[in-house]
């Protein structure tokens, strides 16, 4: 018996030492001290031997039992120290290094260039409206004074959806949404989406304009010179020259584009314009008196002026972008530069 209790010492304390983690240590407590443990067995086995060996045998397996009790103890703590020392080794992080920002974007060149000229004819009392992409021919056309058999029709290479829908080719079809739902006074600016079949350096099936559409009383071609130079002045500086010049829309009467002198070389001439020193950057005029007996408009008492802008050309004169491409093919190289 005793032999047995100095082997189990040994075995036990050999047992624990080579316990490699905490549940292989508990494993090994439970085989030792366990209620069908080891020990438990020996104890059992005492109540067997002759009274008078009892206590000198019930003595050494206490003494056992607090030993094991004792290097289990230590084990453990040896081994949740190395746990823990590995975990911090494995979670190291360096709180002096620098933070690494999270990459943040910025609105489109587009939209900063929509934003700006919606925020000057915001200032002189316009509101933004806006209307569909896809469109009717009514709108988009016959409402406008361009009948079917009207050759203006061609010149816009008509993207059509189905018969009598097509995507609009100008954002014009808004002021007639706007006039039959508004009754005048109205001054509205509309931002939005066009579309015409044609691509080139310059040329983008979809492209962006800015409508702008104002009816009252006693409206004049000279307050729609007024508001455009006080635009082009706050836009593209003061000192840019501007020219009006004849031109023909069915939905206006008369009808202008506008030039102003070279964003680049200040109208000296250059590749940009061409060598003839101006650009044009919009389409304008009086409304039209059929334009408003379709809006169910007064043509005897309402008198109004309409433009329409190219906000890529525009865009791209401010930036000098040289392919209208770089607008919407997304490269980031492109576009992180605004
Ligand atoms: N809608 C015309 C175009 O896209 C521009 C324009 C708008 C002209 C309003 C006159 C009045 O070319």
């Not at 934003?115 to 915001?122: A, C, K, Q």
């Not at 079809?173 to 579309?195: D, F, H, I, L, S």
């Not at 069915?250 to 202008?256: L, N, V």
């Amino acid at each position: 018996m005793k032999e047995q209790i100095e082997a189990l010492r040994r075995e036990a304390l050999d047992a624990i030492a080579a316990a490699g983690d905490l549940k292989a240590l508990e494993e090994t407590r439970v085989r030792l001290l366990g209620r069908k443990g080891r020990l438990t067995e020996i104890l059992r086995g005492i109540s067997q031997t002759p009274p008078e060996d009892r206590p000198v045998l019930g003595q050494a397996a206490n003494a056992v039992k607090a030993d094991i009790t004792a290097a289990i103890e230590a084990r453990r703590n040896a081994l949740e120290a190395q746990a823990e020392s590995e975990r911090a080794r494995a979670e190291w992080v360096d709180l002096s290094l620098p933070g690494r920002r999270p990459p943040r974007g910025h609105m489109h060149v587009i939209n900063q260039v929509y934003d700006e000229i919606l925020d000057i004819f915001h200032e002189l009392g316009f509101q933004v409206a806006t209307g569909p992409d896809v469109e009717t021919e009514y709108y988009n056309f016959d409402s406008l004074n361009t009948p079917p058999d009207h050759p203006a029709r061609d010149s816009h290479d008509t993207f059509f959806v189905k018969p009598g829908v097509v995507l609009r080719t100008h954002t014009s079809p808004v002021q007639m949404r706007v006039m039959e739902k508004t009754a005048p006074p109205v001054a509205v600016v509309v931002p939005g989406r066009v579309y015409r079949v044609d691509y080139d350096a310059s040329h983008s099936p979809m492209f962006n304009q800015v409508e702008g559409l104002l009816v009252d009383e006693g409206v004049t071609f000279a307050d729609l010179k007024g508001s455009l130079m006080l635009f082009i002045h706050r836009f593209f500086g003061r000192d840019t020259r501007v020219r009006f010049r004849p031109h023909f829309f069915p939905f206006t009467e008369p009808s202008a584009e506008v030039d102003i002198s070279c964003t680049v070389c200040k109208g000296q001439g250059c590749r940009v314009c061409k060598h003839s020193g101006w650009l044009e950057i919009l389409g304008c005029g009086m409304v039209h008196p059929n334009v408003f007996a379709y809006a169910k408009y007064d043509y005897e008492k309402y008198t109004g002026y309409a433009f329409g802008m190219g906000v890529d050309r525009i865009a791209m004169l401010r930036h000098a972008i040289s392919s209208i491409g770089h607008l919407f093919e997304n490269d980031l190289r492109f576009l992180e530069q605004f």
